[in-house]
Protein backbone atom coordinates (compact mmCIF):
# COMPACT_ATOMS: atom_id res chain seq x y z
CA UNK A 1 0.00 0.00 0.00
CA UNK A 2 1.14 3.63 -0.59
CA UNK A 3 1.20 5.67 2.74
CA UNK A 4 -1.83 7.61 1.32
CA UNK A 5 -3.49 4.30 0.92
CA UNK A 6 -2.24 3.45 4.72
CA UNK A 7 -3.75 6.41 6.45
CA UNK A 8 -7.07 6.22 4.11
CA UNK A 9 -7.37 2.58 6.01
CA UNK A 10 -6.51 3.61 9.46
CA UNK A 11 -8.78 6.30 9.25
CA UNK A 12 -11.42 3.89 8.12
CA UNK A 13 -10.88 1.64 10.96
CA UNK A 14 -11.28 4.74 13.24
CA UNK A 15 -14.71 6.25 11.45
CA UNK A 16 -15.99 2.20 12.62
CA UNK A 17 -15.38 2.67 16.46
CA UNK A 18 -16.23 6.36 16.58
CA UNK A 19 -19.79 8.33 16.59
CA UNK A 20 -21.22 11.63 16.30
CA UNK A 21 -19.07 14.67 18.19
CA UNK A 22 -16.45 12.39 19.46
CA UNK A 23 -15.79 11.32 15.81
CA UNK A 24 -15.19 14.78 14.69
CA UNK A 25 -13.13 16.15 17.32
CA UNK A 26 -10.47 12.85 17.46
CA UNK A 27 -10.24 12.81 13.44
CA UNK A 28 -9.08 16.66 14.02
CA UNK A 29 -6.99 16.01 16.27
CA UNK A 30 -5.36 13.55 13.69
CA UNK A 31 -5.40 15.42 10.64
CA UNK A 32 -3.58 18.40 12.49
CA UNK A 33 -0.71 15.87 13.97
CA UNK A 34 -0.40 14.67 10.25
CA UNK A 35 0.13 17.54 8.77
CA UNK A 36 2.46 19.49 11.04
CA UNK A 37 4.48 16.31 12.26
CA UNK A 38 4.17 13.90 8.93
CA UNK A 39 4.68 11.26 11.45
CA UNK A 40 1.26 9.30 12.27
CA UNK A 41 0.72 9.35 15.93
CA UNK A 42 -2.11 9.60 18.82
CA UNK A 43 -2.32 12.19 21.37
CA UNK A 44 -4.60 10.73 24.51
CA UNK A 45 -5.42 14.12 25.95
CA UNK A 46 -7.38 14.28 29.32
CA UNK A 47 -10.56 16.15 29.16
CA UNK A 48 -10.65 19.48 31.26
CA UNK A 49 -13.04 20.30 33.84
CA UNK A 50 -14.00 23.62 35.32
CA UNK A 51 -16.77 24.24 37.79
CA UNK A 52 -17.50 27.07 39.64
CA UNK A 53 -20.89 27.34 41.84
CA UNK A 54 -23.36 30.46 42.36
CA UNK A 55 -26.12 30.52 45.38
CA UNK A 56 -29.27 30.73 44.40
CA UNK A 57 -31.95 32.54 46.63
CA UNK A 58 -35.81 34.08 45.87
CA UNK A 59 -37.59 35.51 48.65
CA UNK A 60 -41.24 34.59 48.16
CA UNK A 61 -43.03 37.49 50.34
CA UNK A 62 -45.84 36.26 52.10
CA UNK A 63 -49.93 37.74 51.01
CA UNK A 64 -52.35 38.80 53.46
CA UNK A 65 -56.10 39.58 53.08
CA UNK A 66 -58.94 39.84 55.24
CA UNK A 67 -62.99 39.95 53.76
CA UNK A 68 -66.18 40.47 55.61
CA UNK A 69 -69.24 38.76 54.49
CA UNK A 70 -71.31 41.70 55.57
CA UNK A 71 -70.67 45.13 56.21
CA UNK A 72 -72.91 45.54 58.92
CA UNK A 73 -73.30 44.18 62.39
CA UNK A 74 -76.90 44.90 63.30
CA UNK A 75 -79.50 44.19 66.28
CA UNK A 76 -82.60 45.35 64.87
CA UNK A 77 -84.80 43.63 67.19
CA UNK A 78 -83.51 44.70 70.49
CA UNK A 79 -86.67 45.99 72.99
CA UNK A 80 -86.36 47.53 76.37
CA UNK A 81 -85.47 45.73 79.50
CA UNK A 82 -84.38 43.04 76.96
CA UNK A 83 -81.64 41.69 75.11
CA UNK A 84 -80.47 40.17 71.63
CA UNK A 85 -77.53 39.51 69.67
CA UNK A 86 -77.10 40.65 66.15
CA UNK A 87 -76.17 39.01 62.64
CA UNK A 88 -73.30 36.93 62.39
CA UNK A 89 -70.77 37.81 60.04
CA UNK A 90 -67.82 35.70 58.88
CA UNK A 91 -64.15 37.26 58.99
CA UNK A 92 -61.95 35.44 56.43
CA UNK A 93 -58.69 35.91 56.65
CA UNK A 94 -56.17 34.29 53.59
CA UNK A 95 -52.38 33.87 53.55
CA UNK A 96 -49.35 31.77 51.95
CA UNK A 97 -47.41 32.38 55.41
CA UNK A 98 -46.14 29.33 56.98
CA UNK A 99 -46.67 30.79 60.68
CA UNK A 100 -50.20 31.75 60.28
CA UNK A 101 -51.44 34.97 61.24
CA UNK A 102 -53.21 36.69 64.43
CA UNK A 103 -56.20 38.62 63.70
CA UNK A 104 -57.32 41.40 66.22
CA UNK A 105 -60.52 43.18 66.53
CA UNK A 106 -60.34 46.95 68.19
CA UNK A 107 -63.44 49.59 68.54
CA UNK A 108 -62.20 53.08 66.51
CA UNK A 109 -61.86 53.60 62.93
CA UNK A 110 -63.03 55.85 60.04
CA UNK A 111 -66.35 56.86 60.26
CA UNK A 112 -65.99 55.96 63.79
CA UNK A 113 -68.53 57.68 66.40
CA UNK A 114 -67.20 58.53 69.56
CA UNK A 115 -63.30 58.31 70.54
CA UNK A 116 -64.01 55.80 72.92
CA UNK A 117 -65.42 51.62 73.12
CA UNK A 118 -69.31 52.85 73.61
CA UNK A 119 -72.03 52.37 70.82
CA UNK A 120 -73.32 56.00 70.59
CA UNK A 121 -76.64 57.83 70.22
CA UNK A 122 -75.26 61.23 68.96
CA UNK A 123 -79.09 62.62 68.76
CA UNK A 124 -80.04 61.65 72.57
CA UNK A 125 -76.12 61.85 73.61
CA UNK A 126 -76.66 58.30 75.35
CA UNK A 127 -74.64 55.14 74.98
CA UNK A 128 -74.26 51.73 75.21
CA UNK A 129 -70.94 50.87 77.26
CA UNK A 130 -68.56 48.25 76.33
CA UNK A 131 -68.20 45.32 78.73
CA UNK A 132 -64.90 44.74 80.19
CA UNK A 133 -61.87 43.29 77.96
CA UNK A 134 -61.77 40.05 80.47
CA UNK A 135 -65.30 39.22 80.87
CA UNK A 136 -67.31 36.29 79.47
CA UNK A 137 -70.59 37.30 80.46
CA UNK A 138 -73.92 35.33 78.96
CA UNK A 139 -76.08 37.66 77.38
CA UNK A 140 -79.28 37.63 80.05
CA UNK A 141 -76.38 38.62 82.82
CA UNK A 142 -75.70 41.96 80.99
CA UNK A 143 -75.93 45.01 82.88
CA UNK A 144 -78.47 47.30 81.40
CA UNK A 145 -77.12 49.11 78.65
CA UNK A 146 -73.94 47.31 77.82
CA UNK A 147 -72.36 45.31 74.67
CA UNK A 148 -70.50 42.94 73.78
CA UNK A 149 -69.00 40.48 71.09
CA UNK A 150 -68.51 37.08 70.30
CA UNK A 151 -67.02 34.53 68.03
CA UNK A 152 -69.01 31.51 68.88
CA UNK A 153 -70.35 29.68 65.96
CA UNK A 154 -74.01 30.27 66.94
CA UNK A 155 -75.16 32.52 69.35
CA UNK A 156 -77.64 30.87 72.64
CA UNK A 157 -78.26 32.02 75.60
CA UNK A 158 -75.35 30.64 76.76
CA UNK A 159 -72.71 32.21 74.98
CA UNK A 160 -70.44 34.47 76.30
CA UNK A 161 -69.35 37.89 75.53
CA UNK A 162 -66.27 40.28 76.01
CA UNK A 163 -65.55 43.09 75.35
CA UNK A 164 -63.86 45.90 72.99
CA UNK A 165 -61.31 48.44 73.71
CA UNK A 166 -60.89 51.85 71.51
CA UNK A 167 -57.82 51.63 69.20
CA UNK A 168 -56.01 48.98 71.48
CA UNK A 169 -55.70 45.25 69.13
CA UNK A 170 -57.78 42.29 71.15
CA UNK A 171 -56.40 38.92 69.49
CA UNK A 172 -59.51 36.98 68.47
CA UNK A 173 -58.44 34.44 66.65
CA UNK A 174 -54.49 33.20 65.85
CA UNK A 175 -53.66 30.04 63.65
CA UNK A 176 -50.00 28.26 63.32
CA UNK A 177 -48.64 24.97 63.28
CA UNK A 178 -45.53 25.84 62.64
CA UNK A 179 -42.88 24.70 65.11
CA UNK A 180 -39.61 25.74 63.37
CA UNK A 181 -39.19 22.02 62.38
CA UNK A 182 -42.06 21.46 60.80
CA UNK A 183 -41.59 20.43 57.26
CA UNK A 184 -45.02 22.34 56.05
CA UNK A 185 -47.28 25.12 57.93
CA UNK A 186 -50.35 27.12 58.12
CA UNK A 187 -51.21 28.19 54.87
CA UNK A 188 -54.65 29.13 52.96
CA UNK A 189 -58.15 30.51 54.17
CA UNK A 190 -59.59 30.85 57.87
CA UNK A 191 -62.80 31.92 59.00
CA UNK A 192 -63.79 33.75 62.21
CA UNK A 193 -67.40 34.40 63.23
CA UNK A 194 -68.15 37.74 64.92
CA UNK A 195 -71.34 38.88 66.59
CA UNK A 196 -72.16 41.66 69.34
CA UNK A 197 -75.06 41.63 71.54
CA UNK A 198 -76.82 44.52 73.91
CA UNK A 199 -79.05 44.27 76.76
CA UNK A 200 -81.03 47.78 76.79
CA UNK A 201 -82.67 49.37 80.63
CA UNK A 202 -86.31 50.09 80.19
CA UNK A 203 -85.91 53.60 79.77
CA UNK A 204 -82.58 53.95 77.29
CA UNK A 205 -83.15 56.22 74.72
CA UNK A 206 -84.88 54.76 71.34
CA UNK A 207 -82.78 55.37 68.17
CA UNK A 208 -79.47 54.36 66.25
CA UNK A 209 -76.11 53.33 68.36
CA UNK A 210 -73.43 53.07 66.49
CA UNK A 211 -69.73 52.91 66.41
CA UNK A 212 -66.77 51.16 63.75
CA UNK A 213 -65.02 48.07 64.78
CA UNK A 214 -61.51 47.73 62.72
CA UNK A 215 -59.91 44.24 62.43
CA UNK A 216 -56.21 43.90 62.00
CA UNK A 217 -54.63 40.11 60.55
CA UNK A 218 -51.04 39.96 61.25
CA UNK A 219 -48.58 37.44 59.71
CA UNK A 220 -46.93 35.31 62.69
CA UNK A 221 -43.26 35.08 62.34
CA UNK A 222 -41.09 32.27 62.57
CA UNK A 223 -39.07 31.05 65.47
CA UNK A 224 -35.78 32.63 65.81
CA UNK A 225 -33.02 30.39 66.68
CA UNK A 226 -29.48 31.86 64.68
CA UNK A 227 -28.40 35.69 63.91
CA UNK A 228 -29.06 34.02 60.35
CA UNK A 229 -32.76 34.03 61.14
CA UNK A 230 -32.42 38.03 60.99
CA UNK A 231 -32.75 40.35 57.94
CA UNK A 232 -33.35 43.78 59.39
CA UNK A 233 -31.59 45.44 62.36
CA UNK A 234 -35.37 46.17 63.53
CA UNK A 235 -35.63 42.60 64.02
CA UNK A 236 -34.15 42.32 67.67
CA UNK A 237 -36.93 44.51 68.56
CA UNK A 238 -39.05 41.57 68.27
CA UNK A 239 -36.82 38.92 69.99
CA UNK A 240 -38.44 37.19 73.13
CA UNK A 241 -35.92 36.90 75.63
CA UNK A 242 -35.16 32.98 74.49
CA UNK A 243 -34.91 34.00 71.23
CA UNK A 244 -32.31 36.77 71.83
CA UNK A 245 -30.22 34.25 74.00
CA UNK A 246 -30.13 31.73 71.04
CA UNK A 247 -29.57 34.72 68.70
CA UNK A 248 -26.72 35.62 70.81
CA UNK A 249 -25.49 32.48 71.04
CA UNK A 250 -24.98 31.81 67.73
CA UNK A 251 -23.13 34.74 67.37
CA UNK A 252 -19.33 34.21 67.32
CA UNK A 253 -16.85 36.70 69.01
CA UNK A 254 -15.78 39.19 66.81
CA UNK A 255 -17.34 37.92 63.77
CA UNK A 256 -18.93 40.64 61.38
CA UNK A 257 -22.55 40.27 59.94
CA UNK A 258 -24.74 42.72 58.17
CA UNK A 259 -28.32 43.88 58.56
CA UNK A 260 -30.35 46.38 56.99
CA UNK A 261 -32.25 49.34 58.68
CA UNK A 262 -36.19 48.54 57.33
CA UNK A 263 -36.20 53.16 57.37
CA UNK A 264 -33.78 53.02 54.25
CA UNK A 265 -33.10 49.83 53.36
CA UNK A 266 -29.23 50.63 54.45
CA UNK A 267 -27.15 47.88 55.50
CA UNK A 268 -24.82 47.73 58.23
CA UNK A 269 -22.16 45.59 59.74
CA UNK A 270 -22.45 43.90 63.70
CA UNK A 271 -20.47 42.42 65.74
CA UNK A 272 -21.10 40.98 69.27
CA UNK A 273 -17.41 42.06 70.90
CA UNK A 274 -15.43 41.32 74.00
CA UNK A 275 -17.78 43.63 76.50
CA UNK A 276 -20.98 40.89 76.14
CA UNK A 277 -22.74 43.71 73.93
CA UNK A 278 -23.89 43.55 70.28
CA UNK A 279 -22.20 46.54 68.44
CA UNK A 280 -22.78 48.47 65.26
CA UNK A 281 -19.44 48.20 63.59
CA UNK A 282 -20.35 50.70 60.80
CA UNK A 283 -21.51 54.86 61.24
CA UNK A 284 -25.35 55.63 61.38
CA UNK A 285 -25.85 56.70 57.69
CA UNK A 286 -29.69 57.11 58.34
CA UNK A 287 -30.78 60.27 56.33
CA UNK A 288 -33.61 62.01 58.92
CA UNK A 289 -36.95 62.96 57.20
CA UNK A 290 -39.96 65.21 58.02
CA UNK A 291 -42.61 62.81 57.28
CA UNK A 292 -45.01 62.92 59.68
CA UNK A 293 -45.72 59.70 61.78
CA UNK A 294 -42.52 58.21 59.94
CA UNK A 295 -40.65 57.23 63.00
CA UNK A 296 -42.38 54.63 65.17
CA UNK A 297 -41.88 52.65 67.78
CA UNK A 298 -41.72 49.41 65.25
CA UNK A 299 -38.70 50.78 63.30
CA UNK A 300 -37.27 53.42 65.54
CA UNK A 301 -35.86 53.46 69.40
CA UNK A 302 -38.75 55.68 70.45
CA UNK A 303 -41.27 55.29 73.38
CA UNK A 304 -39.06 53.16 76.15
CA UNK A 305 -39.48 54.13 79.91
CA UNK A 306 -41.37 51.90 82.47
CA UNK A 307 -44.27 51.21 80.41
CA UNK A 308 -43.48 51.02 77.16
CA UNK A 309 -45.93 52.77 74.72
CA UNK A 310 -45.87 50.53 71.80
CA UNK A 311 -48.11 53.33 69.71
CA UNK A 312 -45.09 56.00 70.17
CA UNK A 313 -44.00 57.94 67.25
CA UNK A 314 -41.58 60.94 66.55
CA UNK A 315 -41.78 63.80 63.59
CA UNK A 316 -38.64 65.41 62.89
CA UNK A 317 -38.72 68.99 62.70
CA UNK A 318 -35.64 69.39 60.14
CA UNK A 319 -34.48 66.81 57.74
CA UNK A 320 -31.03 65.74 56.95
CA UNK A 321 -28.93 68.18 55.49
CA UNK A 322 -27.45 67.93 51.92
CA UNK A 323 -23.52 67.50 51.37
CA UNK A 324 -21.94 71.35 51.37
CA UNK A 325 -25.25 72.80 53.08
CA UNK A 326 -25.32 75.87 54.88
CA UNK A 327 -28.26 75.77 57.25
CA UNK A 328 -26.75 74.31 60.07
CA UNK A 329 -28.25 76.63 62.75
CA UNK A 330 -26.08 75.51 66.05
CA UNK A 331 -29.07 75.00 68.34
CA UNK A 332 -30.58 72.61 70.43
CA UNK A 333 -34.18 72.80 70.19
CA UNK A 334 -34.46 71.43 66.70
CA UNK A 335 -32.97 67.96 65.34
CA UNK A 336 -30.03 68.68 63.21
CA UNK A 337 -27.80 66.46 60.65
CA UNK A 338 -25.62 66.47 57.88
CA UNK A 339 -24.53 63.83 55.12
CA UNK A 340 -21.04 64.62 54.01
CA UNK A 341 -21.82 61.70 50.90
CA UNK A 342 -20.73 58.34 50.56
CA UNK A 343 -17.61 58.54 51.71
CA UNK A 344 -14.99 56.35 53.45
CA UNK A 345 -12.04 56.99 55.53
CA UNK A 346 -9.08 56.06 53.45
CA UNK A 347 -6.86 55.08 56.76
CA UNK A 348 -4.40 57.73 57.28
CA UNK A 349 -4.13 59.36 60.79
CA UNK A 350 -3.41 63.47 61.27
CA UNK A 351 -1.80 65.35 63.74
CA UNK A 352 -3.60 68.34 63.10
CA UNK A 353 -7.29 69.45 62.95
CA UNK A 354 -7.72 71.09 59.34
CA UNK A 355 -8.79 68.20 57.51
CA UNK A 356 -11.90 68.60 55.29
CA UNK A 357 -14.40 66.10 54.31
CA UNK A 358 -12.40 66.12 50.97
CA UNK A 359 -9.06 65.01 52.85
CA UNK A 360 -8.36 61.88 53.62
CA UNK A 361 -11.71 59.98 52.20
CA UNK A 362 -12.47 58.13 49.71
CA UNK A 363 -15.47 56.58 47.64
CA UNK A 364 -16.39 53.29 49.23
CA UNK A 365 -16.23 50.25 47.98
CA UNK A 366 -18.49 47.12 48.75
CA UNK A 367 -16.77 47.42 52.30
CA UNK A 368 -18.32 49.93 54.56
CA UNK A 369 -16.56 49.42 58.27
CA UNK A 370 -15.04 53.20 57.14
CA UNK A 371 -18.08 54.71 56.00
CA UNK A 372 -18.23 58.33 57.44
CA UNK A 373 -22.00 58.24 57.35
CA UNK A 374 -23.84 60.70 58.88
CA UNK A 375 -23.27 63.84 61.44
CA UNK A 376 -26.05 64.33 64.00
CA UNK A 377 -26.64 66.89 67.11
CA UNK A 378 -27.39 65.57 70.01
CA UNK A 379 -30.63 66.23 69.86
CA UNK A 380 -31.44 64.19 66.35
CA UNK A 381 -29.28 61.75 68.33
CA UNK A 382 -31.79 61.03 70.85
CA UNK A 383 -34.62 61.76 68.41
CA UNK A 384 -36.29 64.61 70.04
CA UNK A 385 -37.33 68.18 68.19
CA UNK A 386 -35.74 69.67 71.74
CA UNK A 387 -33.44 68.70 74.43
CA UNK A 388 -32.28 71.86 76.08
CA UNK A 389 -34.98 70.84 79.25
CA UNK A 390 -32.85 67.89 79.82
CA UNK A 391 -30.08 69.25 82.55
CA UNK A 392 -29.49 66.70 84.91
CA UNK A 393 -26.02 65.41 85.13
CA UNK A 394 -25.19 61.45 83.94
CA UNK A 395 -28.65 60.93 83.34
CA UNK A 396 -29.50 58.41 80.30
CA UNK A 397 -31.98 59.42 77.71
CA UNK A 398 -33.88 56.51 77.06
CA UNK A 399 -34.33 57.29 73.11
CA UNK A 400 -32.54 57.52 69.78
CA UNK A 401 -32.24 57.55 66.25
CA UNK A 402 -31.06 53.94 66.53
CA UNK A 403 -33.19 51.36 64.42
CA UNK A 404 -35.87 50.12 66.91
CA UNK A 405 -34.07 47.12 69.27
CA UNK A 406 -30.74 48.94 69.72
CA UNK A 407 -29.85 51.84 71.78
CA UNK A 408 -27.21 54.87 72.04
CA UNK A 409 -24.79 53.60 74.02
CA UNK A 410 -25.46 54.61 78.22
CA UNK A 411 -23.63 55.65 81.30
CA UNK A 412 -26.29 53.86 83.45
CA UNK A 413 -25.99 49.81 84.08
CA UNK A 414 -23.18 48.51 81.40
CA UNK A 415 -21.32 52.40 81.07
CA UNK A 416 -20.72 51.66 77.20
CA UNK A 417 -18.13 53.08 76.24
CA UNK A 418 -15.59 52.64 79.47
CA UNK A 419 -16.56 48.93 79.28
CA UNK A 420 -15.81 48.99 75.44
CA UNK A 421 -12.33 50.60 75.89
CA UNK A 422 -11.50 48.29 78.74
CA UNK A 423 -12.84 44.96 77.45
CA UNK A 424 -10.97 45.57 73.94
CA UNK A 425 -8.13 47.73 75.54
CA UNK A 426 -8.84 50.24 72.74
CA UNK A 427 -6.00 52.97 72.27
CA UNK A 428 -5.79 55.31 69.76
CA UNK A 429 -2.82 57.05 67.15
CA UNK A 430 -0.79 55.58 64.82
CA UNK A 431 -0.17 52.67 66.80
CA UNK A 432 -3.53 52.15 68.14
CA UNK A 433 -6.34 49.67 67.94
CA UNK A 434 -9.41 51.76 68.10
CA UNK A 435 -10.04 51.70 63.88
CA UNK A 436 -8.81 48.21 63.82
CA UNK A 437 -11.14 45.37 63.58
CA UNK A 438 -13.71 43.89 65.36
CA UNK A 439 -15.03 47.33 66.30
CA UNK A 440 -13.76 49.75 63.51
CA UNK A 441 -14.10 52.97 65.15
CA UNK A 442 -13.38 55.75 62.13
CA UNK A 443 -11.62 59.08 62.22
CA UNK A 444 -14.47 60.77 60.66
CA UNK A 445 -14.06 64.36 62.42
CA UNK A 446 -17.59 65.74 63.42
CA UNK A 447 -19.74 68.30 61.53
CA UNK A 448 -21.48 71.19 61.37
CA UNK A 449 -22.94 74.26 60.05
CA UNK A 450 -22.74 72.79 56.28
CA UNK A 451 -18.63 71.14 56.65
CA UNK A 452 -16.75 68.54 58.41
CA UNK A 453 -13.33 68.79 60.42
CA UNK A 454 -10.47 66.74 61.63
CA UNK A 455 -11.46 63.68 59.18
CA UNK A 456 -8.67 61.57 60.10
CA UNK A 457 -7.55 63.50 63.19
CA UNK A 458 -10.03 61.95 65.36
CA UNK A 459 -13.29 60.29 65.76
CA UNK A 460 -16.44 61.65 68.41
CA UNK A 461 -19.37 59.57 68.84
CA UNK A 462 -22.86 60.55 70.76
CA UNK A 463 -24.01 58.40 74.09
CA UNK A 464 -27.50 58.62 75.55
CA UNK A 465 -25.33 60.84 78.64
CA UNK A 466 -26.69 63.97 79.78
CA UNK A 467 -24.20 66.95 80.44
CA UNK A 468 -25.38 69.96 82.30
CA UNK A 469 -26.32 72.56 80.59
CA UNK A 470 -25.87 72.38 76.45
CA UNK A 471 -23.76 69.67 76.83
CA UNK A 472 -23.44 65.60 76.36
CA UNK A 473 -21.25 62.92 76.72
CA UNK A 474 -19.65 60.55 73.95
CA UNK A 475 -16.84 59.50 73.08
CA UNK A 476 -13.63 61.18 71.65
CA UNK A 477 -10.07 60.27 70.33
CA UNK A 478 -7.78 61.78 68.17
CA UNK A 479 -4.29 60.98 66.90
CA UNK A 480 -3.16 61.16 70.53
CA UNK A 481 -4.99 60.07 72.93
CA UNK A 482 -8.95 58.26 73.59
CA UNK A 483 -11.21 59.93 76.15
CA UNK A 484 -14.71 56.97 76.19
CA UNK A 485 -16.77 60.25 78.44
CA UNK A 486 -16.16 63.43 77.63
CA UNK A 487 -18.69 66.35 77.41
CA UNK A 488 -19.07 67.70 73.95
CA UNK A 489 -21.54 70.74 73.17
CA UNK A 490 -24.88 69.37 71.77
CA UNK A 491 -25.35 71.39 68.43
CA UNK A 492 -21.64 69.58 67.30
CA UNK A 493 -22.54 66.90 64.59
CA UNK A 494 -21.01 63.94 65.83
CA UNK A 495 -21.14 60.53 64.91
CA UNK A 496 -23.69 57.47 66.29
CA UNK A 497 -23.05 54.08 67.12
CA UNK A 498 -26.06 51.67 67.81
CA UNK A 499 -25.76 48.61 70.98
CA UNK A 500 -28.31 45.82 70.51
CA UNK A 501 -31.15 46.40 73.57
Given at each position: MTVRQNITFI???????LTGREKIITLSALIITLLFGGVLSFNIVSAMTYQNEINVRFTFEPSL??????????????VPGNYSNSNTITVDVTTNNITGYTLTAKVGGTGQT???NSLVNTI????????G???????????????????????????????????????INATTNYDGTAATGYTGTNSTKFTIGAKASADQAAGDYTNVITFTAVTNRAPVSSINDLNYMQDFATLTGSEKTAVLGSMTLNQQYQLMDNRDNKTYYISKLADGNVWMTQNLDHDIVTTTGFYTYANTDIGHGATPNTSATWTADTATYATNDTTWNDTVDEPESFNPG?????????NDYDGTIATDTVACGNDKHY???????????????????YTTDLIDVDQSICPAGWRLPTYSGDKSYDNLVTALSLTAGASGNVQNTPVYFVYGGYG???ESYAVGHGGRYWSSVVNAGPFAYGLDFTSSDLDPQIAGVRIAGLSVRCVAR
Open positions: LNNIKRHSISLSSPNLIISNLAANSNTAFTSLDSDNIILPNFSDNKWGFSTAASITDATTFSGLLYNEDKVDLCWNGTIRHIGNYYNWTAAVAMNDSSSGSG
